[in-house]
């Protein structure tokens, strides 16, 4: 059973630094696609960035400069580094990967569970 599970999330001040980190465990094939996501109160969830198997990255407009995402395949994992955090930052990041398990010969999509990202004075 592959499981995606994010830490590195908290309060923060304006202008302040975070970074998020995601790994997935369980009987892994390959990790395609990596991303995170955000939601905030009331509105969808959005991408925020994504970065391919050979480290090809896309970023949302709002966070372009800010954000990096990066990731580490032999641990089958992706960080979020998030610099000159603004309070519109504020959100719920969710991990997301593509993931083809041990003995499948599909990838599914999966979601970690979510890590608060408050960024307040």
């Known amino acids: 059973q592959v499981q995606l599970v994010e830490s590195g999330g908290g309060l923060v001040q304006p202008g302040g630094s975070l970074r998020l980190s995601c790994a997935a465990s369980g009987s892994i094939f390959s990790t395609r696609v990596m991303a995170w996501y955000r939601q905030a109160p009331g509105k969808q969830r959005e991408l925020v960035a994504k970065?391919?198997?050979?480290?090809?990255?896309n970023y949302a407009d709002s966070v372009k400069g800010r954000f990096t995402i990066s990731r580490e395949n032999a641990k089958n994992a992706v960080f979020l580094q998030m610099n000159s955090l603004k309070p519109e930052d504020t959100a719920v990041y969710y991990c997301?990967?593509?993931?083809?398990?041990?003995?499948?010969?599909?990838?599914?999509?999966?979601w970690g569970q979510g890590t608060q990202v408050t960024v307040s004075s």
């Open positions: 970065i391919t198997a050979i480290g090809n990255t």
């Open positions: 997301n990967a593509e993931i083809r398990p041990q003995g499948s010969l599909n990838s599914n999509n999966y």
